[in-house]
């Protein structure tokens, strides 16, 4: 899994950011990624060997090494790949040219919550963590997404951090094409600490950090984000866009809003079931997301299945009408014990019955007899 998963951010590895700023036009270090000392390739320059982790000081925590022959360049790598630094595995290192560095710079875009808007933050005292430079060093601009980059905002910025023409006109390039990163590719952050100048007067890239709102994701397939912590039915659940999580009981849950679907796990748990998964229907009208519900608790195999529903958006009769859909398109045999509580309840509570279903109005009733069907006593 190339990438991290925490609420609602994805935090890309050095290299995937880098090899976006590259396809962006934004000078990147050259380099490659390996897996192992013998995927080290020859080479006339000195390198740099990164380790691909998601923290940062990775610098100062011996993450980063140098080599000056290829022989020096496959020890670093032996020696980082599989140690664990701060607590992250290294699994994958970035080996790329050395710069030759004469000045450590930052910039970052940020989503500020405040605003709502982007954030530009610049600085020539770069290189080191952002939070520990003097605010007074750090220049800022709110950026209006409607109308996004402008020219005016890259020389402002580099006449208050007092840049050489030379930089300058380079700072201005890296500062509208990373604002397209961000835009393009739906980030929370996008940041280059350092944006070495190097010794030659060249401005590169030299580390890179991109995070994107996980929301956006529909969108970038290309990111295929796979979560090693997450079953196949709950990769499939995702993918029909259900709160689905499975457990190792007997008794299948579908029920509406996280609230209520966590209070029905505790309630079966407070009376001996055990739940066989967390499925929360959401705000919704529909017949076929009821079936759809049915169709990956089924296959989660459970003993018997509990449908508890607080009716609102979610109204009783369509959901009524999904349990009798789903009963006969999958031939469900096992028990269905419902409760049914709501906008439309006693409409829904006819459609069940004609099914020989019957329906709680009370959720502990519905628990209890779940649980009793399910064989607990
Ligand atoms: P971080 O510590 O995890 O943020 O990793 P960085 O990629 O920012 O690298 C940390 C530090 O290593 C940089 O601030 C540089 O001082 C140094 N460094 C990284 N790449 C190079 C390079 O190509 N040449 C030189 N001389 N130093 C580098
Ligand atoms: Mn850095």
Do not use: W
């Amino acid at each position: 899994m190339p990438q991290s998963r925490a609420g609602g951010f994805l935090n890309l590895y050095e290299y995937m950011g880098k090899q976006i700023f590259s396809k962006f036009g934004i000078p990147v270090p050259e380099g490659y990624v390996i897996h192992g000392p013998e995927e080290v390739r020859s080479m006339d320059k000195d390198v740099v060997v990164k380790s691909q982790i998601l923290i940062g000081g990775r610098g100062k925590a011996g993450g980063i090494k140098f080599a000056s022959n290829i022989d020096e360049a496959r020890a670093a790598a032996s020696t980082l790949l599989g140690t664990k630094i701060r607590g992250y595995s290294v699994n994958t290192l970035l080996v790329e040219e050395k710069l030759s560095i004469a000045k450590e710079y930052y910039v970052s875009i940020s989503l500020n919550r405040t605003e709502r808007k982007p954030l530009v933050m610049a600085s020539v005292a770069g290189g080191v963590e952002i939070e520990s430079v003097d605010p007074k060093k750090i220049a800022t601009r709110i950026i209006d997404p409607l109308t996004g980059y402008s020219d005016y905002v890259g020389r402002e910025l580099t006449g208050q951090l007092g840049l050489v023409p030379e930089e300058a006109s380079q700072f201005r390039n890296f500062l509208k094409r990373l604002y397209e990163v961000f835009e393009a590719e739906d980030c929370e952050l996008v940041e280059i600490n350092p944006l070495v100048v190097t010794s030659s007067g060249k401005m590169v890239a030299a580390d890179a950090k991109v995070v994107i709102d996980t929301d956006s994701l529909f969108k970038h397939t290309e990111y295929n984000v796979t979560d090693p912590e997450k079953t196949t039915l709950e990769l499939e659940a995702q993918g029909k866009g259900y709160s689905f999580v499975e457990m190792d009981g007997d008794i299948g849950v579908i029920a509406n809003g996280a609230g209520l679907t966590m209070a029905t796990l505790d309630a079966l748990t407070l009376h001996r079931g055990k739940p066989r998964n967390f499925l929360d229907l959401g705000g919704t009208d529909s017949v076929d997301t009821v079936v759809n519900a049915f169709e990956l608790v089924m296959k989660a195999n459970p003993k018997v299945i509990l449908v508890n529903i607080f009716g609102g958006v979610t109204k009783c009769d369509t959901v009524a009408t999904g349990i009798t859909t789903a009963k006969t398109r999958l031939s469900i045999g096992k028990p269905i014990v419902v409760r049914l509580s709501g906008v439309r309840e006693v409409e829904g509570r006819e459609i069940l019955q004609k099914d020989g279903i019957q329906a709680f109005s009370q959720m502990m009733p519905a628990i209890e007899a779940v649980v009793k069907a399910a064989g607990v006593n």
